[in-house]
């Protein structure tokens, strides 16, 4: 099984270096909601914590996870967003003894009421829509060893503006090793790879006159096609050494397919029944200023849009479960407000 891992981790360090993202690929993929981290412990770690992630939150993590988990786990969380968008997330987790550990997932976006505008009523008509953007995951982890956990796990993909959709699969894998001897934790996440997407609906149906037909003719009735998209792939590599009992450093290279690679540094204290966790997030490419762009643009560009992140969480023991009570935020660097998660767990 080591040399098993050796070989998955060779693997996708070839691939990160194949497929680096770069500043030119930003914003040609979509379905950017599987992008939105959810789980405190994340969120405060920045993802710093691939090898570490246990139970539900390893449905976002890192799947392999999963296998971490003993009895039965169910959560809820929500986190304010930008743009007043609310995400709601809630999941549960099984383990099945010696056949593995199963988990559920549904993260949905909640967009509010948009008023609807036409070209008739550029500033609205009365109307209004509410997108429907929501991803349902569900995932199987094994440990192989008292070192080695597996996981993989399926998502649908799934956005809605009206009458017009679009709709999509997408696959993760990953592993989790930690060494026999020392205190590290190496974590590895493929996380992503599915199929391209793209809208289809009535709201795309478009009436038009034929050009130099004669006066009075009827219109015609044409759909637009809309062009299709990839999910946003990527691939995390992470390590988390524990310096002492209840102190773990850990840091996390990030690849983007259509965007800039990240690097994460953070650590997480340990208290009795309590956490505490910060990260930092910093963009790693090689691309060269475009001629004629002013540093202040190429700064803009190349960084990112997320700084210091920080969370909390503490078990509370009621009857005979365990609830736990966390709390995270992520500065935004600029543009938007700072992202707030509150969840909630218990351990039954």
């Known amino acids: 099984m ?25 914003g040609t993929a979509g379905a950017s909601q599987l992008l939105i981290p959810v789980g405190t412990e994340t969120v405060a770690l920045a993802g710093t914590n691939v090898g570490t ?21 169910g959560t809820v969380s929500t986190t304010s967003y930008i743009a007043d968008i609310d995400v709601m997330y809630a999941g549960m987790v099984v383990a099945l003894g010696e056949t593995g550990t199963f ?4 993260k949905s976006l909640d967009f509010g009421d948009i008023p609807k505008t036409t070209a008739f009523a550029p500033e609205g008509d009365g109307q209004t829509f509410s997108p429907s ?36 699969m997408a696959l993760d894998v990953g592993v989790q090793y930690r060494f026999p001897n020392q205190p590290l934790t190496f974590g590895v996440a493929m996380k992503n790879v599915g199929s ?34 990839a999910l946003p792939t990527s691939l995390d590599l992470s390590a988390t050494y524990s310096l002492l009992n209840n ?11 259509y965007q800039t690679n990240n690097l994460a540094l953070g650590a997480k204290y340990m208290l009795g029944s309590s956490w ?63 992202q707030s998660t509150m969840q909630v767990t218990f351990d039954f």
């Open 2 to 26: 080591k040399n098993t891992f050796k070989i998955f981790l060779g693997c996708a360090v070839l691939v990160s270096a194949l497929t680096a993202g770069t500043v030119r690929s930003q």
């Open 53 to 73: 992630v246990a139970g539900v939150d390893a449905l976002f993590t890192n799947v392999a996870g999963l296998a971490r988990q003993t009895g039965l786990q």
């Open 103 to 106: 988990g559920m997932t549904i």
């Open 133 to 168: 953007f929501f991803t349902a995951t569900a995932g199987f982890a094994r440990a192989f060893s008292d070192r080695v956990n597996v996981g993989v796990a399926t998502k649908l993909v799934s956005e809605t503006i009206e009458e017009t959709s679009a709709t999509g």
């Open 196 to 229: 391209r997407m793209h809208y289809d609906g009535i709201n795309l149906d478009q009436d038009m006159v034929p050009a130099d037909s004669e006066s009075g003719s009827s219109s015609e009735t044409f759909r637009i096609v809309a062009d299709n998209f």
């Open 247 to 257: 102190l773990d450093v850990s840091a996390t290279f990030t690849n983007h397919s």
């Open 276 to 338: 505490f966790g910060a990260a930092t997030t910093m963009t790693i490419g090689d691309d060269e200023k475009p001629t004629g762009l002013s540093d202040a643009d190429w700064d803009e560009w190349s960084g990112t849009l997320w700084g210091l992140s920080m969370g909390a969480g503490v078990s509370i023991p009621v009857g005979d479960y365990m609830m736990h009570v966390s709390y995270a935020m992520r500065t935004a660097n600029e543009y938007f407000d700072d």
